[in-house]
């Protein structure tokens, strides 16, 4: 955005009044484009730097006491009536926010929007009264950079006509004694408990920026939290898969300390990962406490915090949305899928936010950022070239979910799936889970002797229920089995030949990742 200024100033007449400037219309507010399905996880592009306008001068003995004598009528137009108190004479508005589950990509966009205040008006709120520098009409096109200019001669010139007001009133009473009136609210300074800025303020130095890279230089950047003072850190395996195998991965607190670290465990279809800090004694581990995830409502307030798009340290607010929403992930590198049964939230989460804590207004943990929902054609959880942001719909691992599966990783190094032991559709959707005629490489489809088996389930069958929870395909399915654990009961619900039969099965286990 350039800054100019159209038209050149005119010098008043002796004894004239400055006239007010007219109007300027701003640009149309920008339309973020609509984003994909996409992870958040990534590297942010550099922040664009704003432009910064000339200032402009204040008119010649603007904010001089008015001679005693009668002055003339002002020549021109007369001066229009002041704002209304409070008028905002500029706003702001337009943002952009994550998927699957893997290192992703997305494009940044904002849109900005200024609304010239009453016509006439000497900025708002800020310096109204002061007279505005006389000039000649300008143009109808004005930008961004140049309002803010305007704005900043009519502080100035607010400034001083205050400065010496004071000072012509001072000698005229005579007064030997100097008033100083102390500025702002001390009270604005303290932050109420269990307020946003509270909640950040703790969290903030617990958060960690990761960034992974691999063996052959790729990789991206994301976030995790501390889990306990033996230095481990919770993230998404998706943060740190690149540098897995031989790469470099590092963690920087707020306070700009960086620390190496290394991979302790990963679980790829969990999407949870525990990495551990080395060289670590002269750090501060604060662990981030961590809530009840079963016990949230629709409804709650939420505080997400990560790195967006490089940027460490953001911190954004919103509300859970939806609870036990299916989400099936994958980072497009034709890697295996993640399943999470998630957390819903309107929270703004981007690229970079993955692994990074959701908390609620207690200021516990509730979940791990994961994954977004972008608008568009992109399918799935694209690479890192194309990066989408959010609309508002993101999603976090259930936190007594992640604490299962970390607890595992820290003391095995690999995780542990519950299962049935069947293979089902998983791309079929809207009428339940069925399971397949064959499973991979022609074997059963239901392992004979597994649970599934056991509880009488067969090729064919549609599962549309597990406990209360609908099925509505084979990811919701495996999403809903891994919110338990091997040897739950769980009572499943199927048709055959379009008759509905229930059974109870006992999960089985997997270790490991295949």
Do not use: C
């Amino acid at each position: 955005m350039s800054t100019e200024n159209e038209g050149a100033a005119v010098p008043p007449e002796a004894g004239s009044r400055p006239a007010p400037p007219a109007p300027h219309p701003d640009p149309a507010p920008a339309v973020p484009p609509a984003p994909d399905f996409k992870p958040a996880v990534g590297t942010a592009p550099a922040a664009p730097q704003a432009p910064i306008g000339p200032p402009g001068e204040p008119a010649a003995g603007s904010g001089l006491p008015e001679p005693a004598a009668p002055t003339p009528a002002p020549a021109g137009p007369p001066p229009a009536t002041p704002p209304t108190p409070g008028a905002d004479p500029a706003r702001s508005g337009a943002w952009w926010s994550e998927a699957d589950g893997r290192p992703q990509d997305a494009s940044p966009t904002e849109a900005h929007e200024d609304s010239p205040g009453a016509p006439g008006a000497p900025g708002g709120p800020w310096g109204a009264g002061a007279p505005l520098p006389p000039s000649d009409p300008p143009a109808r096109k004005r930008s961004g950079g140049l309002v803010a200019a305007l704005l900043a001669a009519v502080l100035v010139a607010g400034g001083i006509g205050g400065g010496i007001g004071y000072w012509a009133a001072d000698r005229e009473a005579g007064g030997d004694s100097t008033t100083i009136s102390a500025l702002g609210n001390p009270k604005a300074e303290s932050r109420a408990p269990g307020s946003v800025s509270d909640i950040a303020g703790k969290a903030l130095p617990s958060v960690v920026t990761i960034e992974a890279q691999g063996s052959n230089g790729e990789g991206g950047t994301g976030t995790g939290f501390v889990y306990d003072k033996q230095g481990h850190i919770l993230t998404n395996n998706h943060v740190v898969a690149s540098a897995a195998d031989n790469g470099k991965l590092t963690a920087t607190f707020s306070n700009g300390k960086r620390y190496t670290a290394e991979v302790v465990g990963r679980a790829q279809g969990y999407d949870v990962a525990v990495i551990k800090l080395k060289n670590a004694s002269d750090a501060k581990l604060t662990p981030l406490p961590l809530g009840d995830s079963d016990k949230v409502s629709v409804g709650d307030a939420t505080v997400a915090i990560g790195a967006p798009f490089g940027l460490s340290g953001t911190v954004t607010t919103g509300i859970v949305s939806a609870k036990n929403r299916p989400v099936a992930s994958s980072d497009g590198g034709g890697g295996n899928a993640s399943y999470m049964s998630a957390l819903q939230t309107d929270a703004s989460i981007n690229p970079g936010n993955s692994g990074g804590p959701l908390l609620n207004a207690d200021g516990g943990v509730i979940g791990i950022n994961s994954a977004i929902q972008s608008a568009g054609n992109g399918g799935g959880l694209g690479g890192e070239t194309q990066q989408s942001g959010s609309i508002g719909l993101g999603f976090a691992i259930p936190i007594n979910q992640a604490k299962n599966v970390a607890q595992q990783l820290i003391k095995t190094g690999e995780p542990v799936y519950p299962v049935i032991e069947a293979t089902v559709n998983m791309k079929d959707t809207g009428n339940g889970a069925t399971i397949a005629g064959n499973g991979a490489g022609g074997t059963p489809a239901v392992v004979p002797g597994g649970p599934a088996d056991k509880a009488g389930l067969k090729s064919g069958d549609v599962i549309v229920k597990l406990n209360d929870t609908v099925i509505d395909s084979g990811p919701t399915l495996i999403s809903e089995i891994w919110t338990h654990k091997p040897g739950d009961k769980v009572t499943i619900t199927y048709k055959r030949d379009g008759k509905q039969s229930t059974t109870q099965v006992t999960l089985g286990q997997r270790k490991g990742d295949s």
